[in-house]
Every structure is written in structure tokens, then in C-alpha cells.
């Protein structure tokens, strides 16, 4: 299976700060890579796919890249309502994995 | 509005059986692929399954093959997931979800979830 490993696990920051979440591939993946957030007794919220796009309504202040194997998640300036847990999925190969999350808490 | 509304859930023994169902509004049902999706404290999430959207193709995580069954009922706009011999570890919050048309392989619509416990 592949694995996707995600950092930080834990992040806290203030309202309007830059913040850049990761996650790394056990292998090439290409672009298969798709980013949720999940507030707390929530399902999660689909807002990025093939690494880099945005799904249609997610904020601008929301973007994705690749580099090789692995892939970040940043949001530009930090708004109340982005904290929450944030994960990442590889579509890459069936099964299907996700990382591990990375809690963003309001410093 | 797109949704999808989930109901089953609940407690089983050990061994036990249970069916979670998902009702789809608001889109074609039948164009779509459609996952069931779990979430556990200790593992986080992971994908349990998908099928296509006739329903002649299913897609299952190996350790939950042949215990867990995924099906759909197009003309009911539903999704099912049959669960056989439960283990403690398959105690989680299962999603439905609706695999998305950018990619055929994540998911853009969840459900509200339905907490499954498998315990004596």
C-alpha cells in the first residue's frame, strides 16, 4: 500500500498567518493527490484534487503543489473558519490511503 | 443540494451483522461511483470500498473483502454497505461518499457519518 505521511501533526496559528501543511508519497504518485478539512463531528470537506485544483467554491486563499513525492497544502491568510483537521489522500493505487491528519488550532 | 443522508449504525456483538444505507438527492445518482469511507481514532480514515455506478464493478481495501459488501439500488437513489462477522476493530464512524467526477477516485460529497460499535 502506499503510504502517505503528513506533518506536522499538530500546527497552532493566529488568524492572517501564512501556513503550509505536507505530505509525503512511499512512491511516485504523480499529481494523484487530494486535500480535505474536517472540523470537529463534521465529514470532511473535498477542496483540492490533482494536487494543485481547487474545487469549485474553495477559497483562493487555499493552494496546492507538488514536488516529486511530496505535496503541501497552504493557506495564504488564515481565516476563523479554516481551523480544523486537515488530510491528504493518494489515488495513485487502490487502496486508497489518506495521511494521518494535521490538527490547525487557533493560537 | 447535494446530499447524501446515511442512517443504520449502532452496536454489535462480536460476529455480528450489520447493513448502513445512504440516500442520495439532488444529483444523478446513477452517473456517479460511490464509496463508503471509515474513521477510526487510532487508524484515522480509510477507504473500506466503491462501486460504479451500474453497480457491476466493486473496488474493496483487502482486509475487508469478503466480510464487507458494497451495493446500490439506483432506482432508490441508495447506497448500502452490508458488514458480516464485525471484529472490535471495525468499531468507527463510516462515511458515504460520492466519488468525485474531477478525478473518479476522491470523494466531494459525504455524508453525515453513522457510528458502528462492535463490542460484547
Known amino acids: 500500500d502506499i503510504q502517505m505521511t503528513q506533518s506536522p501533526s499538530s500546527l497552532s496559528a493566529f488568524v492572517g498567518d501564512r501556513v503550509t501543511i505536507t505530505c509525503r508519497a512511499s512512491q511516485g504518485i504523480d499529481k494523484s493527490v487530494a486535500w480535505y478539512q474536517q472540523r470537529p463531528g463534521k465529514a470532511p470537506k473535498f477542496l483540492v484534487y490533482?494536487?494543485?485544483r481547487l474545487e469549485s467554491g474553495v477559497p483562493s486563499r487555499f493552494s496546492g503543489s507538488a514536488y516529486g513525492t511530496d505535496f503541501t497544502l497552504t493557506i495564504s491568510s488564515l481565516q476563523p473558519e479554516d481551523f480544523g483537521t486537515y488530510y491528504c489522500q493518494q489515488y495513485f493505487g487502490i487502496p486508497y490511503t489518506f495521511g494521518q491528519g494535521t490538527k490547525l488550532e487557533m493560537k | 443540494e447535494e446530499q447524501l443522508v446515511q442512517s443504520g449504525g449502532g452496536l454489535v456483538q462480536p460476529g455480528g451483522s450489520l447493513r448502513l444505507s445512504c440516500a442520495a438527492s439532488?444529483?444523478?445518482?446513477?452517473?456517479?461511483?460511490m464509496s463508503w469511507v471509515r474513521q477510526t481514532p487510532g487508524k484515522g480514515l480509510e477507504w473500506v470500498a466503491s462501486?460504479?455506478?451500474?453497480?457491476?464493478?466493486?473496488q474493496y481495501v483487502d482486509s475487508m473483502r469478503g466480510r464487507f459488501a458494497i451495493s446500490r439500488d439506483n432506482a432508490k437513489k441508495s447506497l448500502y454497505l452490508q458488514m458480516n462477522n464485525l471484529r472490535v476493530d471495525d468499531t468507527a464512524v463510516y462515511y458515504c461518499?460520492?466519488?468525485?467526477?474531477?478525478?473518479?477516485?476522491?470523494?466531494?460529497?459525504w455524508g453525515q457519518g453513522t457510528m458502528v460499535t462492535v463490542s460484547s
Open positions: 490533482s494536487a494543485s
Open positions: 439532488g444529483f444523478t445518482f446513477s452517473s456517479f461511483w
Open positions: 461518499a460520492r466519488v468525485s467526477p474531477r478525478t473518479w477516485k476522491s470523494f466531494d460529497i
Open positions: 462501486v460504479n455506478q451500474d453497480g457491476s464493478e466493486e
